[in-house]
Structures are given as C-alpha cells and as structure tokens.
C-alpha cells in the first residue's frame, strides 16, 4: 500500500511537470510572462547596513556580544577558564539556583570544578523528573553566529561512531529555566550560512540533531505582546572563552 | 487641429486614451489631462473609436467577453501608433495602463502583437510627465492641504511612486502631507466592490480613518476609480474632505481654482 | 456547526472546510468589532514589525530572489529531489512514508502510534496535519493529541479552528483567553500576557514528559542529506521531537530544497517576513534518530510525505507558483481583506491571500469558488511574498475557470450551485457590457443613460433596492456625482479628433 502510494505520487508529479513542459513551448495561455518588464518597486536603492554597524564591533566577540543583547540573551566575555568559572558562579547566585545539570562535554566539566558548591550538581542522565526541577542547565555551544548572536547546539553522538564524540546535552539546554552555554572564540563564524557549513564534519557527515539556538525562547501569540520563555529557556547565557 | 497653449516646440504627438470612467463621469479630469499634456508641449490626438480597455471583464474571469472589448481598443491605439503617427500612448489611469500588458497574453495572434506595441507606449500620465518628458514643473497653482492614493496598479504593476509626488510638490501654493496609509487598496476592485461591499467600504474606513486626521483638503490619486470609491465612502461619512484627479491639479493655473466647502 | 466536505479518501481532502460558505460568514465577521478590533491591532503591529526587518537586510530583492529560485528549481524536479530524500533519509535511519492523500496519511501516523502503543501524543503546530484532519482521526482511535504551541494550545481549548498560519490566535484578545483558561482549568488566571503563557508553559510541560509520540510538521526537506528543518520561536518543537520516544513529521512534498546550503537564504528570509524577526529563536536540523542509546531524543523517527492534490498544480507553470509556499504568512499580514475579516470567515486551515489560492485549488473549486473573489487585486501579497508568487495572477486564473472554464484546457465552468448561479447572472451583464461597449456609439448612449440614472439615483437612492450591484454600492457610498456631458461630446474632444475623421 505504502509502495502504491510512492508510485502515484511520483508517476502524478513526473506527468504533471510534463503537461507544463509542453505548455510552455506551445506557449499557451500561461505561457511566457509578458515581456515588459516592470520597473523597480521603488526607485531608492536598498539600504546597507554598513551604515549602521558601529566600527568597533567589527570584532568577532565584540559582534556575538551585541548580536546576543539585542534578542535578550546574555553573553559573559571571560578571558581565562578561572574567568568563566567565576560568569557561572555569577549566574547561579544571581539566580539562586539550587540544582544545575549539566551536559558531558570535557570543557564544561571542567569549569564547572572550578565552580565553588553551594548548590548540587547532576549529571544529563539524572532522573527526568529531576531534569525537570533544576534550574540551570549548562552545556557546550559547538558553533557561534557573529552576525545573530546564535549558538549551535549538536545532539550527542557518545560514541563518536559518525566523527568526534558529542556530548549528550539535549535535554540539558532545553529543560531548564535558565540555559549557560560555553563557547570558544575560536568556534565563531559570521553568518548562518557559514554555521551550517561548518556543522558537516570533514566526511560530509551531520550530527543527527543540531538546534540552533537565538536568546530565550518568546511568543507573540496573545496579542502579539512579546513574551520571553515558553516551553524552552527563559534565560539565555553564553560564556565566551575569548582566550580559546 | 491647432494647439494653444505656451510652447510652440511640439515636442511629440500623444495618442490619449482617456478611459471610459474617464470619458464618461469625469470629464474634466479628463480636459484637465489634454491641458497638461498640451501645456507641456504635446500634440493630443484622441481617437472616439475608443470605448474601453475590457478590464473590469477580464478581472472577473471572462475572457469571452473581455476579448473583444480589450481587442476594440488594442486595434484602435495600435492604429494610432503604427498609421498615426503617435509617438507615444497616455492615459490619466495606472490600471488601464497595466491592462494592456495583461492584453498580450489575452489576445491571440496579430492582435497579441499588437498588444505588445500598445503596452510598451502606453504611459500613465504621471509616469509620462516626469519619467519621458522629464518635467517635474508644469506651472500649475493650486492652494490647499492634499495626501496621495497610490492606486494599486500604478504603483505595484508600474511602480510609479514618486513621480505623483514630485510633481504635486511643484505645484505652488499645494501643501502635500504623507498618508501613512497612501498604498492600502482603497476597496474598489471592480466587482469586488459590490460583490463584497462591507469589506469594500471597510478598506475605505480604513485609510478615510487616517486621513481624517490629517486636515487635508482632498485626497488625490490617478485612478478615476478610486476616486469613485472614496469619494462615495468619504460623502456617506459626511467627510470635507474631496477627492480630486491628479490631472485637475496639474491644470489648475489660476489661484481661484480652491475648492470651496 | 462544522460538517466536514469530502471524503478523507478523496484526493484534496481539506478537514473542516467550509469555504463554500463565506458570503455567510463575512457579514459575520464584519459584524464582529472585537474581532475587527484584535485584527488591526495585530495586522498594524506585524506590519511594522516586517518593515522594520527588511530594512536592515541588504538587498532583500536580491535575497528574495534567491529564495525563489531555490524554490522554482525544487519544484522543477520535484520528483527526483524526493527520491534522492527518501534515499538519504532511509540511509540515516529515518522511516520515510508516502501518502497519496489524507485517509492515508492519517492511516500511517495511526499505525506509528498504535504500534508503540500510544495514549498520549504532544503535537507541535502543523498545518498539514490541520489539513488531513490528524486530530480528530487520533481522538477517534482513542488517543489524546495535545496542542503544545501556545496559539494552537489556545485554539484547542477553544475548540476552534486556528485563524491564521502563524498565530493561531490572533482573533482573541487577551481577556477572552484569560477567561477561556480560568474556565477550562478552572481557577482564576493572572490578566497579563506574560502570566497566561506561565500557564501554560507549567500545564503543558508535564505531557511533553509523558507522551510516547511526538508529532510535528516541517518547514524544509533537504534533498542532498535527507534532513529536514524545523522553525520555531517557542521551544515547544524542540520538546515535542526530543522528549518523546518516537517522533513523526507530517509534510506537503512541496517543502523539498535540493541542497543543505539552500536553508540559508529561505531562513534568513523566512522568520523577517513572517514576524519581522531577524531570525526565529530555535531551528532544529534533523537528519538521524540518535546514534547512542544514552543519548536524548527519539528512538524512532517517521517522515510522511503528503500529495493530496499538490502535484496536480505543477500541470501548469502559474499554479505551480503556489507551491513555491513557505508559509510565512506575511500575505496574510498584508492583505486588506484579512484585515477585515480575519481567517475564520475563509472557512478554510488556509486562509488570506496563499488560502484564497491553495484552498480552492487543493480541495476543488466547487468547494471553495467564493475564495478567489475575495480580493481586489491589490497585489500588496505578491510584494510581500519572499518566494514572489504571482497571487493576483493565480487568483485571475482561478476566477476564469470559475466563470467560463479554462479556456486553454477546455474545461467547464467550475464552481458549487450557487456561485454558479451567481456567475450566470454576471455573464449575463457582462455580455450587455461588451455590446454597450462595442461601438462609439453606443458607449456614448449608455454613459448618457448612465449619468441620468445617477442624478436620478442620488435624489432618491432607495431606488436601488431594485438593482442588486446598485443596492450594494449605495449601502454605505453614494453614488458619483453626475458631470453634465461626456468628455468626447465635449469640444475639446473635438478639437483632438484625427486627420480624416469627422465622427466615430
């Protein structure tokens, strides 16, 4: 049945575009457009945004971190891993955090060492129902946008059985009130496009899951009135390890 | 055939299509047109074998009875281009304008041929005036507070936008102020506008809504249908404010010309 | 009342569709003020939102047509895209499933959830899956599917059709949700925006965790890795397809991109001309279920790929713009006539501009023959559109079929009884028109009786109860004034005549 189902609609789609191929050469009713082109919708020339970019933050962090304030994220710029240790502890007090979870990727671990207690620490395969009470997750951002302030977060391929180890951190950046990401300078690239390009690994390969990720999750459905943090985070830290 | 008027270098000889709204309900938009065309230098040739261009057929569907009428003035204008002498085509409408480029697809054979000679003379007047004659002045005088109505075929099928504007600045003494609801569609639609009339007048409140706002004389727009449209919606409002063709101010030249409450 | 239109089995089958009886509706709408109300404001907002967008974007035409062509080109050989999808997706472990029509779409999401023994299903919001009708075959079968974007979340509960692609519930203003909540959940609500999303956030994160299915549409199909995007502001996606074990996605075929760097100019375009947002909060690119157990996500991933009616628009390079669709809804946003009556009075899951086209075109025009007529023509959707599709063109298209058949495949008039009726009577006066307008002559005799009948008509306009177009002109605009003479009986007109030509 589901085999029957393949062929009509590949055998529809195959006569379809070739009843419109043979319209258009007999140039039938909907055939070539007229051949007077409209002008321009307007007569002003499309503005650049050149214009507007201030020069200094032309600098690759500089711009994450402009980028990262204007949609209500929250980017920390650390130049050492005592420094990015010292954002978290920050964000956890300020908060008033007292369970974090966090994902298993070797460079969050070991900030996190750094991170004097007062609040207790799981591990990504905690209980769900735990998951779900705490109030930080922190994980790794593999791949930041300049031109957005978007992070990139990979699904986890523990066994690095398709590439390089992922961390499991799925539901880390995603349960939690508050998401903190840890990105290294070096992992920045300017635009979207240039994001995706880097997510395939040098055999072509895609994580199975990657969600890029911009500010804290919002709405506009009642009334159109923003409102920030839905059913993903409500807050939105990247902790950018300039010196890395 | 003689032409009065200031200049005595013919600049080029216009094939006017005046419109059958035009023609028939507003025949001084429709004088007011020839004067501005003739003060800026033109021949005016109008050709009474024309009736309509078949659009408010062709925009319900019928192709049956939109053909013969679109072919009708197709023929007659092409005519005029091709045996007449005409340098090029005007008409005081944006959508009529735009109709002839529908017409080469909708007509057959000769005559979609013809179309395309049409379509590619045919001007709307604004676009006429500032884009080939390249005159933005036409010495008209016209006191008074006004805002545009891009009609939506002017400004989406042949993008005019800011030749009306310019032109209407030059005109001394007229005070033009900025509609931010200028390119909303004033609900006319041909028989949308009495198939669907509460949405038709709804569009109509929409942009009169804002335009009462504003202490503005009159509305002005190149399109004899639009006009109709708010003019009908700004009168049952008990609205001051008159709806005025483009091609009337443009002619204006004596300071009297106000329009009086 | 709600009675569905056709047979599930039938090819085109739009669940809950009624677009045979917007001339009802729309009185409805426009009697509606809050509705006209809440449509402004929201259109109003949206519109700035989107300008404001734009204008930081450096050459959005460019842009925009490079989303078309990516578009024009997918759609040229589709077929081969899907194959190449199919083939790449399998490859990576993710179950592909085609369905002809909606009866078989349904059957297969039912089979997935049945097998893993599904009571629970979390729904991210899909138009497809509104088209097929996927809730109500899922209640049928005993299970729950709960609505987890808020909008839609807001429209279940209200047991209403969403009105709008992207905001299900931009007809209701805030008070009413906070009162739909109080009652449905039964204690009071907090009165702010921000508190009724709180509520809803908390009521509905307990059934992401206990739902054994998540379903979820797709914005873009990637032909080149057998991928599939989705978009999303909410995060409620991203629950729905990794807290669940199995997740299934519901797609149209036109949704394909050949490449994986095609994404990058339709998401740049898409989230600035839906909501003005430079980009959308979370995109989530999924290409394999998870390739180690002790990871999260599903275990199981379905791809269903949906025809229902699409392929046969690519019969012709018009209507095959349609499918050029990525849903961002800015032509709703746009149009005067949405403004003024909202999505609802469509009768259709797809309402405005793309629905006035898709609707009729996928269900038939005998079930939607009205839809085509609601529009002036304005042409402010085709600007608006990031993909360019030609809607007033469609729209004429549809409207001759409607009226006279197309005239170069030879069909007949296409519409229910009542349009067809309708279009009668105006072919009748259209036929009168095209004498009157026939010769000089005779144009100038009717302008003349025209213009008299208007004097006549502007003393006493009760007249024109006797004449239907009249009666509806004048209810609300008068009629024009009448000039006395016609332009060419002027002298001016005279004065202009040719060489050699004394009289018409």
Known sequence: ?????????????????????????????????????????????????????????????????????????????????????????????????????????????????????????????????????????????????????TIVLSSGDMAGVSGAPTERQRLVSLLPATHVAILASTDLVETWDAALTSLRSASGDLPPTATFATGPSRTADIELELVLGVHGPKNQHVILLEHR | MGIEGVSSLLLMRIALFVTCLMDQFRPEAAEATVSVLEHCGCEVVFDPRQTCCGQPAFNAGLHQEAIPVCRGAVRVLDDQITRGGCDAIVTPSGSCAA???????????????????????????????????????????????????????????????????????????????????????????????????????????????????????????????????????????????????????????????RINS | MITPKADPNETGYIHHLHADQFDDLVPQALANVELRGALAKATNTIRNRRATALEEVDHFQELRSQAKSIKTEALAHLDDHLETFERQATANGIHVHWAADAKSASAIVLDIAIKNKTRLAVKAKSMVSEEIG???????????????????WIVQLAEEPPSHILAPAIHKRRREIRDLLARVLDRPMPDDAAGLTEVARHELRGHFAQAELGISGANFLVAETGSFLLIENEGNIRLTTSLPRVHVAVAGIEKIVPRLQDLGPLVRIITRSATGQAISCYQTLI????????????????????????????????????????????????????????????????????????????????????????????????????????????????????????????????????????????????????????????FELFGAIGRLLATVIRQVPSLTKYAGPLASWTDGRTIPRSPGRSFRSGEMARRLRPEGQDRA
């Open chain 1, 1 to 149: 049945m589901i085999n029957d189902d393949r062929s009509t609609i590949l055998s529809a789609i195959k006569a379809s575009l070739a009843q419109a191929a043979s319209a258009r050469t007999r140039g039938g009713l909907h055939g070539p457009p007229p051949s007077i082109a409209a002008p321009p919708l307007t007569n002003e020339l499309p503005k650049s945004a050149a214009d507007r970019r201030d020069p200094a933050s032309t600098l690759a962090t500089a711009g994450f971190q402009t980028a990262l304030d204007r949609v209500q994220g929250v980017c920390h710029r650390v130049t050492s891993d005592a420094g990015a240790a010292d954002a978290l502890q920050a964000v956890i007090a300020d908060l008033g955090v007292r369970r974090v979870v966090r994902s298993d990727d070797p460079l969050v671990i070991e900030i996190l060492e750094r991170v004097i207690g007062g609040f207790e620490l799981l591990p990504p395969n905690a209980d769900r129902a735990l998951l779900l009470e705490c109030g930080i997750g922190v994980s790794r951002a593999t791949i930041g946008v300049v031109e957005y302030g």
């Open chain 2, 99 to 257: 109709m002839f480029r529908h017409a080469i697809e909708l007509l057959d054979g000769d005559d979609a041929v013809a179309a395309k000679r049409v379509a590619e003379a045919t001007h709307e007047l604004s676009e006429f005036l500032v884009r080939r004659l390249e005159r933005i002045d036409v010495g008209a005088s016209w006191p008074g507070r006004v805002a545009w109505h891009d009609a939506c075929h002017g400004l989406r099928e042949l993008g005019i936008k800011s030749e009306p504007r310019r032109l209407l600045e030059a005109v001394d003494g007229l005070d033009l102020v900025e509609s931010s609801t200028c390119d909303r569609c004033c609900g006319f639609g041909g028989t949308f506008s009495t198939n669907l009339p509460g949405i038709s007048t709804g569009m109509a409140d929409d942009k009169i809504d804002e335009l009462e706002t504003l202490g503005i004389d009159a509305i002005v727009s190149g399109d004899a249908s639009c006009l109709m449209q708010l003019e009908g919606r700004l009168e049952a409002r008990g609205s001051r404010i008159r709806g005025v063709h483009l091609a009337e101010i443009l002619a204006a030249r004596e300071t009297l010309t």
């Open chain 3, 134 to 152: 996927l809730n109500d075959a899922l209640i049928d079968a005993g299970i729950v599917p709960v609505e987890t974007d808020l909008g839609e």
């Open chain 3, 287 to 442: 290409t394999k279920p998870k390739t180690s157990p002790e990871d999260d996500g599903p275990e199981e991933i379905h791809l269903v790929l949906l025809d229902n009616g699409r392929s046969k628009l690519l019969e012709d390079d018009l209507t095959a713009e349609t499918l050029r669709c990525i849903r961002c809804s800015a032509c709703l946003n746009i149009c005067p006539v949405y403004r003024q009556i909202g999505g609802h009075a469509y009768g259709s899951v797809y309402p405005g501009p793309i629905g006035a086209i898709f609707t009729p075109q996928i269900a038939g025009m005998h079930a939607a023959s009205q839809l085509p007529g609601a529009s002036s023509l304005c042409g402010a959707c085709r600007e608006v559109c990031p993909v360019d599709i030609d809607i007033p063109g469609v729209l004429l298209h549809l409207r001759h079929r409607a009226a006279e058949g197309d005239r170069s495949t030879g069909d007949h008039p296409e519409g229910d009884p009542l349009t067809t009726k309708k279009n009668r009577s105006m072919r009748r006066g259209f036929r009168f028109w095209r004498w009157a307008m026939g010769s000089s002559r005779r």
